[in-house]
């Protein structure tokens, strides 16, 4: 089922800051930023060759990132996202296993406009869970 490793994703609380450390700091190759109001935050993406940094800032007033940003101030390692190739047989063989889709269990479009999916943090050992149709 698990495919590459699309993205590994930080919760930051200024994403012009954090931008510009990657940007500046890092010599990386950033993304402009792009508000996605669907899943309450704003997103770039850094390009590291083997996969993606995620950069993720809070938008609007209830930001799913919003709790975690107040547990870690400073930010953090949000989640990681797997690519799958058919992401409704994914989920329908997890949930056979027990495993808990977040939402109402149906895929919203992701930052690449594809289907994607999340999974509860407590079924994988404390590390949320993002699944990405290839
Ligand atoms: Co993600």
């Given at each position: 089922m698990l495919g590459r490793l699309n993205h590994v994703a930080l919760a930051v609380p200024d994403l012009t800051a954090a931008v510009a450390v990657y940007r500046n700091t890092l010599g990386a190759e950033v993304t402009e930023p792009q508000a996605l109001p669907e899943h309450g935050v704003t997103v770039v993406f850094v390009n590291v060759g083997n996969t993606k940094i995620e950069l993720l800032e809070p938008l609007g007033?209830?930001?799913?990132?919003a709790p975690f940003l107040a547990k870690n101030p400073s930010g953090g390692m949000h989640h990681l996202c797997y690519e799958v190739d058919d992401i409704l047989a994914a989920r329908d063989q997890l949930m056979a296993a027990g495993a808990r889709v977040l939402g109402d269990g149906n895929p919203k479009t992701g930052a690449h406009g594809k289907p994607v999916l999340f999974l509860h943090p407590k079924d994988f050992f404390g590390t949320l869970i993002e699944l990405e149709q290839s």
């Open positions: 007033e209830s930001s799913p990132i």
